[in-house]
């Protein structure tokens, strides 16, 4: 636990103390994060699945073109094998160096304004 550092008298009393406020504090921020559904009088999705759930049943695309933006920006990081599926790359042993990454998204609506106006 915590690198064997929970032994050492020096962290012993921290340890403890800091796991447990550690805890409290996840504990309030997941409680508030499922509780909040809308924002600004717009649901947040708590899924992709969800976020394209609610640009077809509003008509919309502005969590899909939300999605693409993030994922510009972190695709290069991911490389897609073709014809290997989930289960055979969690073995590991499809391509040496690689594995399966699972992402997760976290869905928030910000307000966004435009400094400065038009200068002749």
Avoid at 23 to 44: A, D, L, M, P
Wanted: with cysteine; net charge positive; aromatic share 10%.
């Amino acid at each position: 636990m915590l690198n064997g550092i929970d032994h050492e008298p020096a962290f012993k009393w921290w340890v403890k103390k800091t796991l447990r406020r550690k805890q409290r504090i996840i504990g309030k921020v997941k409680s508030k994060y499922w509780k909040n559904t809308h924002k600004f009088g717009i649901e947040i999705p708590k899924s992709v699945s969800e976020a394209y759930r609610i640009d077809r049943e509003t008509g919309t695309n502005h969590w899909n073109k939300a999605i693409e933006k993030e994922m510009r920006y972190i695709r290069i990081a991911f490389e897609k094998i073709n014809g290997v599926d989930e289960k055979q790359m969690r073995t590991g042993n499809i391509k040496q160096g690689y594995s399966f990454c699972s992402t997760h998204m976290i869905f928030n609506i910000k307000m966004e304004s435009k400094a400065g106006g038009r200068r002749a």
